[in-house]
T-cell receptor, first 114, second 114 residues
Framework: SAVISQKPSRDICQRGTSLTIQCQVDSQVTMMFWYRQQPGQSLTLIATANQGSEATYESGFVIDKFPISRPNLTFSTLTVSNMSPEDSSIYLC???????????FGPGTRLTVL | AQSVTQPDIHITVSEGASLELRCNYS??????LFWYVQSPGQGLQLLLK??????LVQGIKGFEAEFKRSQSSFNLRKPSVHWSDAAEYFCAVGATSGYNKLIFGAGTRLAVHP
């Protein structure tokens, strides 16, 4: 299994600013994922972060808006840039320890943009 | 295209009644299948998963799910619902090889009446 922590747990931000969300795992993992859950909606994958390479973004998400860092096998950050109220969501980090394993999710970061 | 359908957006049951949440998937091959639960203000918790073998899988909190290949379904069941089961339930599919993202259904919100 994997235990994941995220910081901050929640934040209220002003339009036009940026927020960086941190994701820390208690073990080394190859693949980390960032999901967005808009109010009342399901989870949508933003990007896949593999240590040592550029993140792979899903359709509709771009690096300029959601830059991701993956400096080592236990840590990743997601930045939400130039925020607007439409970015108000829960952002979740998850890890996939290995093929055939389940994904483990962090507690999420609840972001409100005013 | 890969997709997951949860046809019931909201379900309300009485405490003690049985429960079945439906999940249908579209996938190129037999995928890995998951049910996650999200309680209000909480992260995602894995209820159960199907990778291979016995098509009836047991999970935590008294839940079970049955994989039916012919119907492309993975319905979640519980014989007697408790008030604490009120939450959002998500069905998800993932590839059976490598490190792959999960595709989530829209979710089913369960309300439990006393």
């Amino acid at each position: 299994s994997a235990v994941i922590s995220q910081k901050p747990s929640r934040d209220i931000c002003q339009r036009g600013t940026s927020l960086t969300i941190q994701c820390q795992v208690d073990s080394q993992v190859t693949m980390m994922f960032w999901y967005r859950q808009q109010p009342g909606q399901s989870l949508t994958l933003i990007a896949t972060a593999n240590q040592g390479s550029e993140a792979t973004y899903e359709s509709g998400f771009v690096i300029d808006k959601f830059p991701i860092s993956r400096p080592n096998l236990t840590f990743s950050t997601l930045t939400v840039s130039n925020m607007s109220p439409e970015d108000s969501s829960i952002y979740l980090c998850s890890v996939h320890p290995g093929p055939g394993d389940e994904q483990f999710f962090g507690p999420g970061t609840r972001l409100t943009v005013l | 295209a890969q997709s997951v359908t949860q046809p019931d957006i909201h379900i309300t049951v009485s405490e003690g009644a049985s429960l079945e949440l439906r999940c249908n998937y579209s996938y190129g091959a037999t995928p890995y299948l998951f049910w996650y639960v999200q309680s209000p203000g909480q992260g995602l918790q894995l209820l159960l998963k199907y990778f291979s073998g016995d098509t009836l899988v047991q999970g935590i909190k008294g839940f079970e799910a049955e994989f039916k290949r012919s119907q492309s379904s993975f319905n979640l069941r519980k014989p007697s619902v408790h008030w604490s089961d009120a939450a959002e339930y998500f069905c998800a599919v993932g590839a059976t090889s490598g490190y792959n993202k999960l595709i989530f259904g829209a979710g089913t919100r369960l309300a439990v009446h006393p």
